[in-house]
């Protein structure tokens, strides 16, 4: 901070001295004045004294204001200037006229002064390049690594208790912890410790936290770094980086290279079109030598961080480099529960609030989903001017993470209204009658986000794997609002654009990617998952047409089944499609029990259900106004007393002080 100071000083002061010197050289402030002007006053007899020099630069004094005056006069007309000057001469006494020849001296110092001013920007310029890079020796320090240097005594404690979940994962990384703390003991035996870690897995699971907490353990110092860091438009600059870094952390060691995103950087060479010339590939192969190359790295841990191991190259995951790979994955019921336990701990939950109900309807939410939710909770319970978070503000939060935010003042017609509700009524009854299907959350024709309206299926387990029957189910409930649709208004809309392109990415990774067809050989068709241009561009398909036109007949198939089954389904329980339509366009949302309830016992059970449900609302609203109003009796009776109190008491001192 005082070096950033003491710069700006001489930033600021350099300036002033460019300044003044150039307005040194830009002369004085006389007024200047036109060759017309010249000898208008020269006829007026108004110059009293005047100097010309042999290039025409001419400055005097005026009688009438005594103020001083530069001109130019040109070459052309000095003789006839000289002239006139002579008889004003003779007319007027007062008059005196010098010539002073041009000094040869003059003009250098004035190319000296200017190029004074100028080397003063350069230093000014290069002063400021000089902090924008960092500082240092050197004005152009692009070869310098970004990455960032914690200190242990400068490091926010994070260790492994304030990691929910992840048991196994942290049993992996207290390996690196001991060898940090006591790399003796391993070398003692013979045990190599990995010299680099992969945790892979997807956004917002927590690799770079679990890291952090592997710095925090061991309290070694921690590099942070982006794989785009390392990458720079100039050629060879990635590379020095690269050195610039592990020749920090070796004086540093031991200590933990972090680089998240590692993908940007590590990606499989050959893949684009620069060829091995590739800055990036340079960058990679810098990498690759500084991992395992001549030199050893004793005590420099380098834990990478990426979603798209598929991508990266094989030399890179080679044992010697990153010899260990940590798959971090979406947590399950009990992590999800430790984790809503972490984020909840400084919030006020209400007396409702389950947390283990709450994990149960979070399937599939990484830690930075869960951390989001229980945020979104408490932003929603502020706005609604209440003091804990309810179970029921926290559903809310839930939907307004997965779909988007309500929008309830978006005017919709009668009519759309009732294509929505046919449509949503598709999927949602389709989702009841088909077996091994996740359970309706929510169906609601009210707008969020980019859809008109949703059904909301919410999985009770954490299943890992998909059958051939749940994916064509989730066919066929896709298929729902299309086919409702049709069925009732006799007529479809570009409502199911979204649907259409989910039937066809599930046909399409059944019939390709599982082998799901009786009639095709159990063989994967779709095994590039991603294209590289330098490798992929002229390669052929690896199947021919007939094969390929055979996929397209099974895709065809497989939808045209789904579709009639749907159709086949709607038909024949027509009447509780027209029960929920019904029931969405006179409540526009129900939640999962009102649409058990209204497929089991009936519409009238329903608008009992919604009833009573509406009573019991008003009586606990009705409640929590009494008990605020108690509370706020409640504190002004406690702040009467304490002031009578506390008037006895002046009362007293006032009384013994007259004694």
């Known amino acids: 901070m005082k070096n950033k100071v003491k710069n700006i000083v001489i930033v600021v002061a350099i300036t002033i001295f460019a300044l ?140 492994f208790a304030d990691v929910a979940g992840l048991t196994e994962e942290k049993e992996e990384m207290q390996e690196v ?30 690799k770079t936290y679990l890291s952090r907490a592997v710095a925090g353990e061991a309290g070694v110092p921690f590099y942070n770094m982006s794989g785009s860091d390392f990458v720079e438009m100039f050629v060879g600059v990635g590379a020095s980086r690269v050195r610039d870094l592990f020749e920090t952390a070796k004086k540093n060691a031991p200590c933990i290279i972090f680089v998240d995103e590692i993908d940007a950087v590590g990606r499989r060479r050959g893949a684009g079109l ?22 050893e790295n004793e005590g420099v841990i380098v834990i990478a961080a990426t979603n798209r191991p598929d991508i990266l190259d094989p030399a890179l995951l080679r044992a010697g480099r990153f010899d260990r790979e940590i798959t971090i994955g979406r947590p399950d019921v009990n992590e999800r529960h430790d984790i809503l336990q972490v984020h909840t701990k400084n919030k006020p939950l209400s007396d409702d609030v389950d947390l283990r109900v709450i994990a149960k309807g979070t399937t599939g939410f990484t830690p930075a989903d869960l951390e989001n939710l229980m945020n979104e909770a408490a932003l929603l319970t502020g706005r609604k001017k209440e003091r804990t978070i309810r179970m029921e503000t926290i559903e809310e939060a839930k939907i307004k993470v997965l779909i988007g935010v309500e929008k309830k003042s978006r005017v919709v017609s009668e009519k759309e209204k009732k294509l929505t509700a046919y449509h949503e009524g598709g999927h949602a009854l389709l989702a009841y009658l088909l077996p091994n299907t996740d359970p309706v959350h929510q169906v609601t024709i009210i707008p969020r986000g980019r859809a008109g309206g949703f059904t909301l299926q919410l999985p009770e387990d954490d299943g890992q794997f998909q059958t051939k029957n749940t994916m064509f189910n989730d066919i066929i409930i896709s298929l729902g609002g299309r086919v409702a649709e049709k069925l009732v208004l006799d007529d479809v809309s570009t409502g199911a654009s979204g649907d259409l392109k989910r039937v066809t990415s599930i046909a399409r990774a059944m019939i390709e990617k599982f082998a799901f067809s009786d009639n095709l050989a159990s063989m994967a068709f779709d095994t590039n998952d991603e294209v590289f241009l330098g490798r992929d561009m002229t390669s052929k398909q690896h199947y021919s047409e007939h094969v390929a036109s055979e996929i397209d007949r099974e895709i065809r198939r497989l939808v045209d089944d789904a579709y009639n089954e749907a159709e086949q389904l709607l038909k024949d329980n027509i009447e509780k499609l027209h029960d929920i339509a019904k029931a969405l366009l006179e409540y526009e949302t129900i939640d999962g029990t009102d649409f058990i309830t209204l497929l089991e016992e009936g519409y009238d059970a329903l608008v009992e259900r919604r009833a009573m449900l509406v009573e019991k609302l008003e009586k606990d609203k009705e409640a929590q106004e009494i008990r605020a109003k108690e509370e706020q009796a409640a504190v002004e009776k406690m702040l009467k007393e304490k002031n009578k109190l506390a008037e006895k008491e002046f009362e007293a001192i006032l009384g013994d002080h007259k004694e």
Request: hydrophobic letters at 40%; aromatic letters at 8%.
């Open 20 to 159: 003044v010197a150039f307005r040194n050289i830009s002369g004085t402030t006389s007024q200047e004045l036109s060759y017309d002007q010249l000898v208008r006053a020269l006829n007026n007899q108004d110059v009293a004294e005047m100097t010309i020099n042999d290039e025409g630069y001419a400055n005097g004094k005026l009688k009438s204001t005594g103020e001083s005056f530069e001109v130019y006069i040109p070459l052309q007309h000095l003789d006839q200037l000289a002239i006139e000057t002579h008889k004003l001469i003779e007319e007027d006494g007062s008059f005196r006229l010098e010539g002073i020849p041009m000094s040869p001296l003059s003009g250098f110092i004035n190319i000296f002064l200017y190029l004074i001013v100028f080397a003063v920007i350069i230093i000014v310029w290069m002063l400021f390049m000089q902090n924008s890079q960092g500082g240092g020796n050197r004005v152009m320090n692009f070869g310098k690594s970004k990455a960032k240097l914690v200190k242990p005594e400068e490091m926010k404690k994070i260790m």
């Open 177 to 206: 912890v001991e060898f940090l703390k006591n790399p003796r003991k391993f070398v003692e035996i013979g045990a190599r410790i990995p010299t680099g870690i992969l945790m892979v897995g997807p956004p917002g699971t927590g």
């Open 274 to 295: 620069g060829g091995g010339h590739d800055e990036r590939e340079q960058t990679l192969n810098q990498l690759l030598i500084e991992m395992d190359g001549f030199s």
